[in-house]
């Protein structure tokens, strides 16, 4: 197996880095490049980048954050979302050879998450505890436990069909009575993401996300389009804003990779409203992801079993109207050397 480990990674070796996560069925947008300035945005941390070729073919890759102390970096590589792979079968192999160069590089502790769903979890988390790594997954972590709708080519009367999604309709309905209306965010916008999720989390006595992301997630995704081979060019994320009485009481920021969109990150206000803020743009984004190319919109996670978190699971239950059945990704491991 040929293998590349690097801090630059450009020429062929970018382009087949780019193609291979793209189309890769374990791909995920975290492990796309031009996610990795909003990935490091307000941390002390730097990115490697990670090939894995045998016989010339790319069967393995991953952007790895290495968390810094000042100038050096922390013997410390976290895989969000990856390593990516194109078949759950190589997740073994890929992760051993990832872990052998990971140790030439100085690094005590590797933790990973593929990006599998479903009944490819037990299949990919099998071959991780093979490889020697162990399930670390906290409640608070990345989620392991989502909904997902399935959206690919359906009118917006298909996906809003059934009783299960009755409460969503009524509920779409009542915010659009009431004179809510939401549009696509122009890049500036962001702003208007930041302050209310500041607020937010102010308010719930939690830390906010630096300006910086912000202005990563404006320059590194919602400014560019990348052109799949022999397509038009697709938006890797947009962002949603609902406005009532000419004041934002919402906004979300979606982001699409290959045939999966995922919800990111939201906020409301703390202004009273008798109807759901966040329901039309989330609506929004559901449409813009299917005419974007999306299969599956992965609402971006719900509570685990036993998870108590009154906050979490308030946001749950917005999200099961909009589906109601869980699903299981893989959870977050670790080894340590």
């Known amino acids: ?61 991953a952007m790895i954050v290495r968390p810094m102390a000042g100038p050096l970096p922390l013997p410390v590589a976290i895989l969000e979302r990856g390593p990516v792979v194109a078949d759950p079968e190589d997740v073994g192999r890929v992760v051993q050879a990832l872990v052998g160069k990971a140790r030439l590089h100085g690094v005590a502790r590797v933790q990973v998450m593929p990006y599998w769903a479903g009944d490819d979890v037990a299949k990919v988390e099998s071959q991780l505890a093979a490889a020697g790594f162990t399930k670390v997954q906290e409640a608070d972590g990345a989620h392991a436990v989502t909904l997902r709708m399935d959206i690919g080519g359906k009118a917006d009367d298909a996906i809003l069909a059934g009783k299960e999604r009755e409460s969503l309709r009524r509920k779409l309905r009542q915010a659009e009575k009431a004179g809510a209306t939401v549009r696509r965010g122009e890049i500036g916008d962001v702003r208007v993401l930041e302050r209310l999720y500041g607020d937010l989390m102010t308010g719930q006595g939690r830390g906010a996300k630096p300006s910086v992301y912000f202005e990563r997630l404006a320059s590194s995704i919602l400014a560019t389009r990348d052109p799949p081979v022999g397509g038009p060019e697709v938006a890797r994320g947009a962002l949603f804003v609902c406005t009532h009485d000419a004041e934002p009481i919402s906004a979300l920021f979606v982001a699409r990779h290959g045939k999966i969109a995922v919800f990111v990150l939201g906020a409301t206000s703390g202004a009273q409203r008798s109807f759901s803020k966040m329901v039309l743009p989330m609506m929004s984004a559901v449409r813009w992801a299917r005419d974007n190319g999306a299969e599956l919109f992965d609402l971006g996670g719900i509570p685990m079993d036993g998870d108590t978190d009154e906050k979490r699971a308030q946001i749950a239950q917005f999200k099961f109207d909009f589906a109601k059945t869980k699903v299981n990704l893989v959870g977050e491991h670790a080894r340590w050397f």
């Open 1 to 61: 197996m040929d293998l590349l480990w690097t801090s630059r990674i450009a020429g062929t070796d970018a382009d087949d880095y780019d193609r291979f996560v793209d189309a890769a069925a374990g791909g995920s947008y975290a492990q796309a490049r031009a996610w990795g300035p909003v990935a490091i945005a307000g941390r002390p941390a730097t990115l490697r980048y990670f090939l894995a070729r045998e016989g010339g073919r790319v069967i393995g890759a």
